[in-house]
């Protein structure tokens, strides 16, 4: 099993800045892709970023430009800087991880999420 811890979110005005963290517990030898999903009130969740054990990122379209995700593997840690934040970039973030190299349909691990409000 794996466990996933995140932390930074909170509250903020629209064009600011916030930064997620994230650590991997547990079986960590079984993970390859880690990442960040979202799930706003009232809409479907959807991945923001998928982050490949080499660093490579692939972004949800809705935060091309505006977010970076990155991975320390020796720490067993993903981040999320997210830039030029929105309203609607309000949601629960969910950090995830999974033994593929890639997000092929639901990640098999998820941390319990944490709130992030973007007010304007």
């Known amino acids: 099993q794996v466990q996933l811890v995140e932390s930074g979110g909170g509250l903020v005005q629209a064009g600011g800045s916030l930064t997620l963290s994230c650590a991997a517990s547990g079986d960590i030898r079984s993970i390859n892709a880690m990442g960040w999903y979202r799930q706003a009130p009232g809409k479907q969740r959807e991945m923001v970023a998928c982050?490949?054990?080499?660093?490579?990122?692939v972004y949800g379209d809705s935060v091309k430009g505006r977010f970076a995700g990155s991975r320390d593997n020796a720490k067993n840690t993903v981040y999320l800087q997210m830039n030029s934040l929105k309203p609607e970039d309000t949601a629960v973030y969910y950090c995830?991880?999974?033994?593929?190299?890639?997000?092929?349909?639901?990640?098999?691990?998820w941390g319990q999420g944490t709130q992030v409000t973007v007010s304007l």
């Open positions: 982050i490949l054990r080499g660093g490579s990122t």
């Open positions: 995830v991880a999974d033994p593929k190299t890639f997000f092929i349909g639901d990640p098999d691990f």
